[in-house]
């Protein structure tokens, strides 16, 4: 009698077990469908806002082209009709060259983004010197780092050289030496660094300028995005710089980081791996020994 | 058996992440991984286009490159469009979507997400899948040739570990 008592609460036991477990399992399923949901609608939110953001680079251009070639055409026409000093002229020439170099600087950024996103950037990879690619983007920023009076340190190698893609490794170091220019505050110091690794190159561009909050950093990379927007936004530009940068150096198989602290300023480090040129290049023809006996579909 | 048949001179290496899409003919070859080829073609105006996508979706992160593969496709459709072909012409060849890593669980699978994510786009346009060959370990060589629309396959000897693309 005792036994088939045991019995009972045996098999009762083992159905409250069974009935928790189902329970734990479908609460673990609702909470796995929740955490889903959220993802999703975290996604949507984004791919809403670049629609937005896309929307206002549009109404944007027109400021940010308009308004150069404006001054262009003004300074230009000045310089045609005036027989002033040979000073002032010079001053005007420089002015209009500062005027056409960020014009030039903006529509190579917007073209560079519509190759990257028709998918027709590739890379196409040489020995580089190194040294002297990141000196010509200093030299190209040398009218603004004056008028700025910032300092600009050069800590690499005189002789680096690395195979690389040098079109693009340029395109990404102008537009960090931009931005560190463009956002930090007159006289600040950039630090710019390169060196070896055992599997690759370092790259870093150093500011001391305001730096990025926290919260605000998951942003940086998105396109068409300035931290301040809107109208009475301060800073020229049209956001693309760094997703352009992510992007090139996805192209490349390289890495790129931003570390900032507020106040402190910022650290964008780029790492690219020394790339398996003989694998892509002859790709085509060689390397048959590496593949199976060819199948035709 | 393979043909014997005049070859395209031009020739292109497609990267990932690229898309090439070119009215003269070419042998395009690209080397797949996890990663998804989407190879396009006219029998009609026997003109071709090919994707070679990292990622299923874009996110909204970065630029809408053809990284990803809801971008790509429908860029890759676009372009074959562009070239004068009518969708309805269209047929198309899927390669790639190995598994990077054995044993992994499915959700992580991107070589699986990524072929899911042809087969579904693609039913969508209602472009047949003529010719495919997905999954497994290995990597896989593909040269496409845009005027015949013939794809020559090659698996690798080795297991893809460590393998972009």
């Given at each position: ?297 | ?40 073609w006219d029998p009609k105006l026997r003109v ?36 004068g072909c009518e969708?309805?012409n269209l ?75």
């Open positions: 009698m005792s036994n088939d008592l045991n019995a009972h609460e045996m098999v009762d036991q083992e159905l409250v077990e069974a009935v928790k477990q189902r329970l734990d399992s479908n609460r673990k399923a609702l909470h796995d469908l929740k955490e889903v949901t959220r993802k999703l609608e975290e996604i949507n939110g984004k791919l809403q806002e670049s629609e937005a953001l896309k929307s206002h680079f549009l109404s944007n251009i027109r400021n940010e082209i308009n308004n150069p070639l404006t001054s262009i055409m003004g300074l230009s026409r000045q310089l045609a009709t005036s027989g002033g000093p040979a000073e002032t002229t010079a001053a005007i020439g420089q002015m209009i060259y500062q005027e056409a170099f960020g014009l030039d600087f903006q529509l190579q950024n917007i073209f560079i983004a519509a190759e990257l996103e028709a998918g027709e950037a590739s890379p196409s990879y040489a020995l580089v010197d190194m040294s002297s690619l990141m000196r010509t983007v200093v030299d190209l920023h040398r009218h603004k780092i004056d008028q700025k009076q910032m300092i600009v340190e050069e800590s690499f190698p005189a002789d680096l050289s690395f195979v690389t893609d040098a079109q693009h490794l340029q395109i990404v170091l102008m537009n960090l030496l931009d931005n560190a220019l463009e956002f930090c505050p007159q006289g600040s110091h950039i630090k710019l660094s390169a060196g070896m690794t055992d599997s690759g190159m370092m790259l870093s561009v150093e500011d001391s300028g305001d730096g990025i909050a926290a919260d605000e950093l998951v942003r940086v990379f998105d396109r068409f995005r300035q931290l301040e927007m809107g109208t009475t936004k301060s800073h020229r530009g049209h956001g693309l710089g760094l997703s352009i940068s992510k992007a090139l150096m996805d192209l490349m198989d390289g890495t790129i980081s931003l570390n900032s602290e507020q106040g402190k300023g910022s650290i964008v480090e780029l790492f690219l791996p020394e790339p398996c040129v003989d694998v892509h290049m002859s790709a085509q023809d060689s390397n048959v020994f590496l593949f199976d006996e060819p199948e035709e579909f | 058996m393979v043909q014997e048949i005049s070859q395209p001179e031009l020739k292109h290496y497609l990267f990932p992440g690229g898309l090439f899409v070119d009215p003269r003919p070419h042998l395009v070859t690209t080397v797949l991984g996890s990663c998804i080829s989407v190879c396009l071709g286009g090919i994707n070679h996508y990292l990622l299923p979706l874009w996110n909204g992160e970065g630029l809408s490159t053809p990284k990803y593969g809801n971008i790509a496709i429908e860029k890759l459709i676009d372009g074959m469009l562009v070239l969708k309805q047929i198309a060849k899927v390669f790639g979507g190995a598994a990077l890593w054995k044993n992994q669980p499915g959700l992580l699978r991107v070589g699986d997400r990524n072929a899911a994510l042809a087969d579904e786009l693609l039913k969508k346009h209602n472009i047949p899948i003529v010719g495919s060959d997905l999954f497994g370990e290995q990597g896989r060589k593909i040269i496409f040739n845009t005027e015949t629309g013939s794809v020559l396959m090659r698996r690798n000897r080795a297991r893809v570990e460590n393998q972009q693309g």
